[in-house]
């Protein structure tokens, strides 16, 4: 997956996401507004292909160059919604970002109560490739369940489980370590269906009290404290993922852990 100029065109909302000025459904919303041109016109419809010629205007101003891809690894905290806005009002996890950070999208999601690895992009096309399930990558999970772990069951879960009509694919769970009646359980999964580790285990009698995610494909949780925001480097990106990186400057160095916001409570496992 490589980061190439733009040779044969493409959608005007790409285009403004992919130089972080907002989101894909935001830039279509800036068109029907007639805020956007294109070579000297409004464009009345996001239904405009352009290319590297094309003269792009926002609100009169031209367009500069899009950003090179980056990513971010986030310790979410429990109790945030990864969500821009929540119409109940609940804390996000954009209050808690760093508001240095350009504007980014989630690469997968993590429900209220969970916490753990999020990873973060200001590239919305490479968010949506490296969802994909095709990709194989793996989410791998630390459970905390209550009740008395029937090992054979979760074997099972290997083959695949279907639970109120709705079929779950191959999933890889061992006992880490049973204390009376709590136990911590290690999963490992490739399709990420909405709260599935939490549904197939509650299908099982077992109720996830703490679920934390440890790593999404290559990339890992690691050491990095809650509430912590980490750039993963440049030279990762092309390692694992093939994206380019732009020339390396004199007195580069890998960028430091972004401090904890102030309500953040450093927790370990």
């Known amino acids: 997956m490589t980061e190439a100029p733009v040779k044969e065109g493409e959608r005007i909302a790409k285009r403004l996401a992919r130089a972080g000025l907002c989101s894909r459904r935001d830039a279509e919303r800036w068109i029907e507004a007639g805020r956007v041109k294109v070579d000297g016109k409004v464009l009345e419809t996001p239904a405009c292909v352009v290319t ?3 003269v792009i ?33 609940r804390r996000t996890i954009f209050d808690s970002l760093p508001k240095s950070l350009p504007r980014v999208v989630t690469i997968g999601r993590l429900d209220y109560f969970s916490e753990g690895l999020l990873l973060l992009t200001n590239d919305g096309g490479l ?14 999970y630390r459970a905390r369940v209550h009740g008395n772990v029937d090992e054979a069951k979760l074997a099972d879960l290997a083959n695949g489980i279907t639970i109120e009509g709705v079929r779950y694919g191959s999933i890889q769970a061992s006992l880490d370590r049973q204390q009376r009646s709590n136990a911590w359980i290690d999963i490992a999964l490739t399709e990420g269906k909405n709260r599935e580790v939490r549904r197939v285990l509650a299908h099982l009698e077992l109720p996830v009290v703490r679920l934390i995610r ?56």
């Open 52 to 54: 590297e010629k094309s």
């Open 57 to 89: 205007e926002v609100d009169g101003k031209l367009l500069g160059a899009p950003e090179r891809a980056r990513m971010w690894r986030y310790h979410k905290p429990p109790s945030e919604m990864v969500t821009a806005r929540d119409p109940e009002g």
């Open 127 to 140: 968010a949506r490739q490296l969802e994909l399930p095709a990709n194989g990558w793996t989410r791998r």
């Open 214 to 269: 440890v790593a999404f494909g290559p990339f890992h949780l690691g050491e990095l404290e809650r509430g912590l925001v980490d750039e993963v480097p440049p030279q990762a990106l092309e390692n694992l993922l093939g994206v380019k990186r732009p020339p390396r400057k004199e007195g580069w160095a890998k960028p430091k852990p972004r401090p904890a916001p102030p309500h953040a409570k450093r927790r370990r496992t």
